[in-house]
């Protein structure tokens, strides 16, 4: 899912092509990618879609060109404090734009949150984070990118999955120029969904016969909401809240291996920030104390795995729940 935008980058280049021969003795570019097409045709993509996106596609040149990626999400977390990642997205500029968004899409979101019940203030924080509330969808060839992951990655046939999956999607008769675009690593439109997660979730909300995440606001939202509610959201309960920690809280309960029910919490001491007993919720919860034991804490419920589940990033689940609080100031369900 989306790339977020900080001054470090992280570049590699790709390695020499015969350098990878002698370590790995994998096939050539050109067979691997005749593999894939054979793939791809044996799933329903016709032979006319699969020889016009990999008929002729290259490999980058190592002396020439390096692929250039902005740090994902979950790396950024290894390289930046809780306060400077959730800074990208709670700020002086972003609160009041996220806020200005929700107002905007109310009645739609209102309507998406009554079907699928995820609360709108959710599906837009997921929005500003992933694509800057669509601002930002990528500048990269989704399906070149995918091939080069496909051939290099460690992770190739997750990425070479996705590749089939983006093939899948394009074998219709109409394809948009903004579907060809993609975040390096196949992070697709303003819901920044993988190929694989588009076949799965995307919604056709307005009923166009085209399930729409890159110019439909429509399609992104109720898509964003359907991958959530089909991953388990509980719309009885939020995603989690700031709490108070006693000075002599065991910290070593803290994380989100830890879980346990509301009632476990109370009796080691935790209260909600003003000093009143934590509700009741159902289910195990967990506490997070991503600046340490002297920053804030967080109670998360259920629905944080859910959040886990778009993007495993605990930085990133935090930034989103606090977002969306933000969005409606604080008014909503325990």
Known sequence: MKLIKITTILVFTIIAVSIVFAV?????????????????IKKGVSPKVANKYLNHLTLPKPEKESVIVHLQKHQAQKVLSFAEYRQQFLNKANIPYAQQQYKRYYTLLKGIEKKYQV????IVSLWGIESDYGRDMGSFPLVRSLAVLAYHHHRSEFYKRQLIDAL???????????????AFDGGMGQAQFEP?????????YNHDGFKNIWTNQADVFASIANF????????????GMLVKLPKNFPMKQAGRDFKYTVNHW???????????PLENVKGKTAIL??????????????NFKVLLRWNNTTFEGLSTGILSDKIIGNKRKP
């Open 119 to 122: 609360p709108g203030q959710i």
């Open 289 to 302: 104390a991503p600046n340490g034991k002297n920053g804030q804490a967080y109670l998360v419920y259920p």
């Open 24 to 40: 790995t003795k994998k096939p050539s570019f050109n067979a691997f990618i005749s593999s894939v097409k054979q793939d791809a």
């Open 196 to 204: 694989s997660a588009y076949l799965s979730y995307a919604v056709d």
């Open 266 to 276: 109370k009796k080691l001491g935790v209260t909600k920030m003003n000093g009143k």
């Open 228 to 239: 959530l509610h089909q991953n388990g959201w509980n719309g009885q309960q939020s995603w």
């Open 168 to 182: 899948i999607m394009l074998n219709r008769p109409k394809v948009i120029p903004e579907q060809l675009i993609s």
